[in-house]
Structure formats: structure tokens, C-alpha cells
């Protein structure tokens, strides 16, 4: 994508598979973030919110299984995961670990705003599903209402 | 208007048909008096559509206000719900964030509301709340489910910018379920 689109190169099949990609390897980036991050949240909990930290680990999981095979069907390749992530928030007890769990799911929900701007509407529905389920794993782990979950406040004019 | 179609040319389809090529030359700009309708975008009924599906939520949520019992209030809840379920404050709280996306979706509206009806407040009519407080949280959490798929459901019709407000609800309406008790982690 050479400087500037102008209107009649974003209609070219190419462009816009390019712009799908760039939204997708955002979401992408976020899962993977999420599914090192939930691997610190887990190691702080037991029993049930153990189990709940395994179960949302695992739908990061199938979400970046997704990503990767929809950049690879556009001709993109996926980008890989770091070997590490510096997390938001220490963690060294088990309110830590559900916080840092709200984050996380925070920041996944805003990466697939990208998604939902895209023309395509599957690929719309895919990123407000995405969003929709991080919004829930976050009210399950004690996150306060939030009127607009992914928005960045300058959207919003406040 | 091409020679294969067979009906006679009544008024109404020469106003039509007269109403269309105005439509495409000249984009109807004052000439409505010739009483072909101009044509609403599918992205404005999505629009239009959700708004009232917040009225109706708005509705929904003071009607069960007024229904969940005082006794309810946890003296200064948090909005966390304890063990015996949600209470009002929480309900409060849900019902603060459909005013805020109702204002959202408002702002995004350049036409007159309701397309130009007359009825400036349509006063959507939900079904009458049941008495007991969880029948009332039920009840709500499916509203709640079923607008946020709505929601989702119209995305296709609107402008990029629209989509990410509607999936931001739809978003915050799945999570109210969670809050109004259901789905909620165990412990």
C-alpha cells in the first residue's frame, strides 16, 4: 500500500484483501498476547477459576487459530507471537490475576474494532462476535459495567 | 418502464417512474411534491432500528425498577452482584449505559427521527414485567441477548464508523447478561 489510497484503489480486490489482512494480524496480535497473558493469570488461581482461566485460554486460543487460517487464505502471512509479553499489571495473588484477566480481554476487544470496519460483513459479524465474547469473559471475571467495551474515548467525545 | 412490462400506466407508477428519473438526474431535492417517496437507505433503518431497540430496553429497564422490590438494595452496592443476585443498583447501572448508548445512536441520526412520522415519542410498549425479582432479571437478560443480536444482525447495512458503535453495544449487551446474574462465574 503505497502513501495514499485514494477511493478507487480501496475497490481493487487487492486493496482491500491487504486492509483485511493488516485488521486481521491486529486482532491476531492481540490473542496472542491474551493467551501469554492468561498463562500468568492462571498459575495465580486454583480450583474453579483455574478452570475458568484454562476454558477462556483456550477460546484465545481457537480465535488466533482463525486469524492465522483467514490472513492465510487472504495471501498474508500470519505474524508469529513473542516470546514474550510485558504485562499490563504485576500479578502476585489471585485478585491480581483476575484483573489482569479483565485487561486482557479489554485490549482483545478493542483490536477487533478494525475487523468490524471492514466492508465484508462476515467478517464484521466474526469481529463483533470476537468483541462480544471478550466483553462476557470480562463481566465474568468481575469487570465493572462499561457502556462501550473497545471504543477509545476520543470516539466517544468525552 | 422498458417495454416489457405489461400493466397499463397507471398515475401512480408514472409518478413513480417519473419519481426515479428525478432521483437519479437530479437526486429528488425538492421535488417531493411530485409524491414519489425518496427512497430510505438501508443504513438509516439499521439506524432507526436500533434506536428504538434502546427505547424499548430503556422501557424495559424502569419498568423493572419499579417492579424489583427495595429490600433488594444492598446499602452501598457496587454493582457487584452477591449472593442473592443482583440488586437494583446494579439494575440502575445497566439502565445509565442504554441512556448513554441511546444518546450514541441518536447523534449518528442527520435525518429527522422516525423518518418524518409524526409521533416525535413513540413510547415503545414492552410486555408488562413479571412480580418475582428473578423472573424480572430473566426477563431482562434475554432482552438483553436477543437486542445484542439484533445488533449484530444489522452491521452489513451501516457506514464503517456505525458498525464499530452498534458492535460496541451489542458487546455491552452481552456483558449486561453477566451482570444481571446469569452466566455468571461460580464462586
Known amino acids: 500500500m503505497s502513501g495514499n489510497l485514494t477511493e478507487r484503489g480501496l475497490a481493487e480486490p487487492r486493496a482491500r484483501r491487504k486492509q483485511e489482512v493488516a485488521a486481521l494480524q491486529a486482532a491476531l496480535a492481540a490473542e496472542q498476547a491474551a493467551i501469554y497473558g492468561y498463562g ?27 486469524l492465522t487460517a483467514m490472513i492465510m487464505a487472504r495471501g498474508g502471512q500470519p505474524r508469529p507471537a513473542a516470546p514474550a509479553y510485558r504485562m499490563p499489571i504485576a500479578v502476585h495473588s489471585a485478585a491480581q490475576a483476575r484483573s489482569l484477566a479483565i485487561v486482557l480481554e479489554r485490549q482483545v476487544t478493542a483490536a477487533y474494532l478494525g475487523l468490524v470496519a471492514l466492508a465484508k460483513p462476515a467478517l464484521r459479524r466474526f469481529g463483533a462476535n470476537q468483541m462480544r465474547a471478550a466483553a462476557v469473559r470480562s463481566a465474568r471475571w468481575g469487570a465493572r459495567p462499561q457502556a462501550f467495551p473497545g471504543l477509545p474515548a476520543s470516539s466517544l467525545g468525552r | 418502464m422498458r417495454g416489457h ?5 397507471t398515475r401512480r407508477l408514472t409518478l413513480v417512474a417519473a ?24 443504513d438509516v433503518i439499521a439506524l432507526d432500528h436500533a434506536i428504538t431497540a434502546e427505547e424499548l430496553m430503556i422501557a424495559r429497564y424502569r419498568l423493572a425498577l419499579a417492579a424489583l422490590p427495595a429490600g ?14 443482583p440488586d437494583r443498583a446494579v439494575v440502575g447501572a445497566l439502565l445509565a449505559e442504554h ?27 414492552p410486555p408488562a414485567a413479571p412480580a418475582a425479582p428473578h423472573q424480572i432479571l430473566a426477563e431482562l437478560a434475554a432482552a438483553e441477548a436477543a437486542a445484542s ?27 449486561h447478561v453477566v451482570h444481571l446474574g446469569y452466566a455468571r462465574l461460580a464462586p
Not at chain 2, 150 to 157: A, D, G, I, K, M
Open chain 1, 40 to 66: 500468568i493469570v492462571g498459575a495465580h488461581l486454583t480450583g474453579t477459576l483455574f478452570a475458568a482461566a484454562f476454558a477462556d485460554s483456550v477460546e484465545h486460543q481457537r480465535a488466533r487459530d482463525s
Open chain 2, 5 to 9: 412490462v405489461r400493466a397499463e400506466p
Open chain 2, 19 to 42: 419519481g426515479a428519473c428525478s432521483l437519479a438526474l437530479a437526486g429528488c431535492k425538492g421535488l417531493t411534491a411530485l409524491g414519489a417517496r425518496p427512497k430510505v437507505d438501508e
Open chain 2, 72 to 85: 433488594q438494595h444492598h446499602a452501598g452496592g457496587t454493582g457487584k452482584a452477591k449472593a442473592g443476585g
Open chain 2, 99 to 125: 441512556k448513554e448508548h441511546l444518546a450514541h445512536l441518536r447523534a449518528r441520526l442527520i435525518l429527522p427521527p422516525r423518518l418524518a412520522t409524526a409521533s416525535p415519542q413513540p413510547s415503545p410498549t
Open chain 2, 149 to 175: 443480536d439484533r445488533l449484530v444482525s444489522w452491521l452489513p447495512e451501516v457506514p464503517p464508523a456505525l458498525a464499530q458503535l452498534m458492535a460496541s453495544i451489542a458487546a455491552a449487551e452481552a456483558a
